[in-house]
């Protein structure tokens, strides 16, 4: 699995005051997580464009069950890894959809490619501000057998292993 990691703070010097803010993340009870796959490329289409042209070739529902079940679970796969492995870490933040959270954490998936392969941007803010704490950049490796959706699913989940290793280090040092 490959990963780039680009804080917003690569820019410019991070303060004291800064790191310790990001450090501090791991006293929370619960961070908020938006995944936002809208605005994905997936293999190479448009979210919408890829479900008709998979409605084409089916004999199911396509646009109803990626709605209800396929992007669903993509999303769980991804939130259950994350938490898993921040557990496996140590440390006992809880990430998902907790809108009373004093921070959150906004992922827009850009692409998937045909083999399962996620790549997001991830943002750390604090709840209802636009100030950027950190940028994130989230990759996971696609999967090499099993259906369109399995090997998204395992793209997710090596998505949510990195999310977690990258903040296990923003958690000890403040910074990624």
Known sequence: MFAIIAP????????????ELLKSLRNEKEIDVILDVSRAKIHGYSESDFVYREDLRSDRDWPTLWESEYKPGLIVDFMNTLNLQIFDYGHSV????????????ILIVSSISEKGDVI????ILKHGQKDMLCKLFVSGTGGTFGSKVNLMGDGFKRAGKELARQMNILFKRGRI
Not at 94 to 105: L, S
């Open 120 to 123: 997001m941007n991830g943002y």
């Open 8 to 19: 917003t703070e690569s820019l410019y010097a991070q303060t004291k005051e800064e790191r």
């Open 94 to 105: 809880k990430f998902g959809n907790y809108e009373n959270a004093k921070y959150q954490i």
